[in-house]
């Protein structure tokens, strides 16, 4: 983890708003809680996490935050939440921190997480 550049990062997205601040601070900590081995770094515009590989990744735009998943169109959907209609990946719309369990991103992370780190 290079934490200036998380730092930096957090730094920036706070210059669209504190609501938007803590949205992506709740989405970040709710993927690094899935496991100890997740490492996060600035790339692509946003913070990708990995344990053996990259599994997902959020990204703030003007008016939203996304989470987003390389490996997504292989992913399930049972809450009809993800979004895209690339070969690999697909992403969940952010608007507010209660969107966080409203579109059970938790479930999503677990899922991503799990296809990345199996044997």
Do not use: W
Not at 31 to 53: C, H, M, P, T
């Amino acid at each position: 983890m290079n934490s200036a550049r998380i730092t930096k990062y957090l730094e920036d997205v706070r210059l669209l708003g504190e609501d938007r601040l803590k949205l992506v601070l709740a989405l970040r900590a709710e993927v690094l809680s899935l496991n100890d081995s997740i490492s996060e770094e600035i790339k692509y515009g946003g913070i990708l996490f990995a344990s053996d590989q990259a599994f997902c990744g959020i990204f703030s735009y003007s008016k939203h935050v996304s989470l987003e998943f390389g490996e997504g169109a292989s992913m399930p959907d049972r809450h009809k939440v993800l979004e895209g209609t690339g070969k690999l990946r697909r992403h969940i719309k952010l608007m507010s921190p209660e969107d966080i369990s409203n579109k059970h991103v938790h479930e999503y992370l677990e899922l991503a997480f799990n296809a990345a780190t199996k044997p």
